[in-house]
């Protein structure tokens, strides 16, 4: 049985990115991020496959997308739709994330069990990928952390379903 996390980092208008770029440098975030994911396999959509210049090292990744797979590599595991991803992800023990980008975290919070949200003190007017809203109420949230890179500060929160 595995648990599956959405891990994002957003601003205070739930901002996510930008001409499919993240908006902010935050390298310890990405540090986190890294320290988070590695090891674990990794579920995103296309575009956001796409933004990576390689492939992430010791994360499995799983894409869902309309293309064929001949256009992926080899090691990508490649789904066409929500529920045949979710069904091969039975075959995995321990944490699955979610790392987006918006159109994934849409479709995957309703089969969230945690989420890693690294909430920046920012807002973005020019964003053009936004976190979905949800229920705080449905949510016991801890800060995990906070943070500050470039003079921007942030705090990493985690968001257990009640
Ligand atoms: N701040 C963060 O933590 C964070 C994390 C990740 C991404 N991002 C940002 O988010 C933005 C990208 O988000 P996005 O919503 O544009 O893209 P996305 O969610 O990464 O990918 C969307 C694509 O995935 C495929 N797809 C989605 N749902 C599908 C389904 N049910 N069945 C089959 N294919 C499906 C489609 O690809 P095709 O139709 O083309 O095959 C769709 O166009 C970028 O700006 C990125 O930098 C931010």
Redesign the pocket.
Known sequence: MNNLIL????GKNNE????????WYLPNDLKFFKEQTTGHPIV??????K?FPRLLPNRKHIV????DEVEFPSEVDV????NSLLESLKQYDGDVFV??????YT?FLENADKMLL?EVDKEETTA??YFPSFEKEDWESTILKENEDNGIKYKHLEYRRK
Do not use: E, P, V, W
């Not at 869902?64 to 293309?67: A, E, F, N, P, V």
């Open positions: 891990i994002a980092a957003i996510l990115g930008k001409d499919n770029k993240l908006i995103m959509g296309y575009n956001t496959f933004s869902l997308t309309h293309r789904f066409h739709d929500k790392i987006g980008g918006a159109s994934i479709q690294t053009d990928a």
